[in-house]
């Protein structure tokens, strides 16, 4: 029966909001602890004295419970400073305030993943393929320690 009489469309921008509407809505009945929002983002960037934009970095804190990070970029002048991992600490805290309790990024070969296990991600999970053939696409995590 599936297909008799069922057509797909490109969504408006009204019913995508619906989709998203009712996936979060049964998400949240599913997941122990979610919160509202469901997702609050948070991007930051550095500049120098003159205010020129060094990196970023970008993420969500999804149900409330956990980070995912998006985007990180520093120009590559400044790579070795240290301006990526004080633009991650502030994402991590940021997202920690948030009720957040661990991490998840992702990065191919050719981008940072030394840089993320560098400052406490490990790997989980690896892409053969990705985003084309002969390069890989990397999944790691970081579970944030809790104050005392």
Do not use: C
């Amino acid at each position: 029966m599936f297909g008799v009489g069922v057509k797909v469309f490109e969504s408006t921008s009204g019913e995508a909001a619906q989709v998203f509407r009712k996936i979060e809505a049964f998400n949240m009945e599913h997941v122990r602890g979610a919160k509202l929002p469901y997702f609050h983002s948070l991007k930051f960037v550095a500049k120098d004295n003159t205010g020129k934009v060094l990196g970023g970095v970008m993420g969500d804190v999804v149900f409330g419970l956990y980070l995912t990070v998006y985007v990180l970029w520093v120009d590559e002048e400044y790579r070795k400073d240290g301006i990526g991992t004080i633009l991650m600490k502030k994402l991590e805290q940021s997202a920690k305030e948030r009720g957040a309790t661990f991490s998840q990024v992702d990065t191919f070969d050719f981008q940072a993943k030394g840089f993320y296990e560098k400052i406490g991600y490990e790997l989980f999970g690896t892409l053969e393929d990705a985003p084309s053939e002969g390069h890989k696409r990397y999944y790691l995590k970081k579970r944030f320690v809790k104050a005392k």
